[in-house]
């Protein structure tokens, strides 16, 4: 069990710029999360998944934050015209969404907007 | 709506000593689970433990945690702090919707 896989690990953008965050979550699970992290806001949700349809969205930011989840094996979360308060690191999570059941974190991935 | 306080942002132990790190929520579900994660320097949340049931003692790697539902608490405690405990921890519900409902988070800080 590979685990949640989040890709890159890393991104540096020019603000402005575009930033698409790929998330894979564990096989069988039928629940994706992503989360925003930063020391001043502490953990922030921001979209859910379950059986790829989009459930609840409202932590994202409305203007430049979309996330889909084309298949049962992957998610993006893409950020248009990237600003430096985006900066954070984003948090993909999985689960298998039934009542009870904890969400499983991937590494995250840092985004810092220059 | 539902809602998760975690009054302290930062505990400081001596390791060795007991830690206590609070946890209360509102919620308008009566079936309801409850989480504690971890999460070390540098790395991803990870579950520490989970409850579901009132009255019941929960624990892993030396943490306990009780859910008392008359108190709307979970709190998190060990009776000898180690080194290695220092890291932030959040306390979580879950919905009904199988959302996790986040505290803001204690930071652990234990000190030789």
């Known amino acids: 069990n590979a685990g949640v896989i989040q890709t890159p690990r890393h991104k540096v953008t020019g603000k402005g710029q575009e930033a698409t965050l790929w998330c894979e979550p564990i096989s069988g699970h039928s629940a994706v999360f992503w989360y925003r992290q930063t020391i001043v806001q502490g953990l922030e949700f921001l979209t859910y998944?379950?059986?790829?349809?989009?459930?609840?969205d409202s932590g994202m930011p409305k203007e430049r934050f979309s996330a889909q989840m084309p298949n049962q094996s992957h998610s993006t979360l893409k950020i248009q015209s990237t600003q430096p308060q985006d900066s954070a690191v984003y948090l993909c999570a999985s689960s298998l969404g039934d009542r009870g059941r904890e969400q499983y974190f991937g590494p995250g991935t840092r985004l810092t907007v220059l | 709506g539902d809602s998760v306080t975690q009054t302290e942002g930062l505990v400081t132990v001596t390791e060795g000593l007991p830690v206590k790190l609070n946890c209360t929520y509102q919620?308008?579900?009566?079936?309801?689970?409850f989480f504690w994660y971890v999460q070390y320097l540098n790395e991803a949340p990870q579950v520490l433990l989970k409850s579901s049931t009132d009255n019941k003692r929960t624990e892993h790697q030396g943490f306990h945690a009780t859910l008392h539902k008359s108190s709307s608490s979970f709190h998190l405690q060990k009776s000898s702090a180690q080194l290695s405990d220092s890291a932030l921890y959040y306390c979580?519900?879950?919905?009904?919707?199988?959302?996790?409902?986040w505290g803001s988070g204690t930071k652990l800080i234990i000190k030789p």
């Open positions: 919620t308008t579900y009566l079936t309801i689970a």
């Open positions: 979580a519900l879950m919905d009904s919707n199988y959302q996790l409902i």
């Open positions: 998944f379950r059986n790829q349809a989009p459930i609840d």
